[in-house]
């Protein structure tokens, strides 16, 4: 894969932990972690595939350059165009056997 096919730019964000003021940690805002240019591919066909479509939500395969901030990307965080301000909720994130791309399994039309 080149560079040319990498056409989104896409910010992975977490949520920051703050104090309730009683001394609990709960979630706060998401706070953006990095930025990375990355590909954006709709997933179709599979009978999984199918049912969630029919859930109104869609799943995709984003693939992104493997660095040591993408190999941090997990479950907990979220994906977000930054042009179209569509958020991908995260699903595994899996380094290549080449450790070139990392390809983030997501969904997006999901409820925050």
């Known amino acids: ?3 040319g096919a990498l056409r989104s730019v896409l910010a992975y964000e977490t949520r920051a932990e ?3 003021g009683a001394g609990n940690p709960v979630s706060g805002p998401w706070t953006e972690q990095f930025r990375t240019a990355a590909q954006v ?16 939500v ?5 693939t992104v350059r493997c660095t040591a901030a993408s ?7 979220r994906l977000r ?7 991908y909720n ?5 380094p290549r056997e080449k450790r070139d791309y990392v390809d983030v399994l ?3 039309g999901t409820a925050e």
């Open 58 to 62: 869609q799943p995709y395969l984003v």
């Open 106 to 108: 997501c969904v997006a």
């Open 1 to 3: 894969m080149g560079a």
């Open 71 to 77: 190999l941090a990307i997990t479950t907990d965080g």
């Open 18 to 20: 703050i104090d309730d």
């Open 41 to 56: 591919h709709p997933l179709r066909g599979s009978e999984a595939v199918m049912a969630s479509r029919l859930q109104c």
């Open 81 to 87: 165009d930054t042009r179209s301000g569509v958020t």
């Open 90 to 94: 995260i699903t595994s994130a899996v």
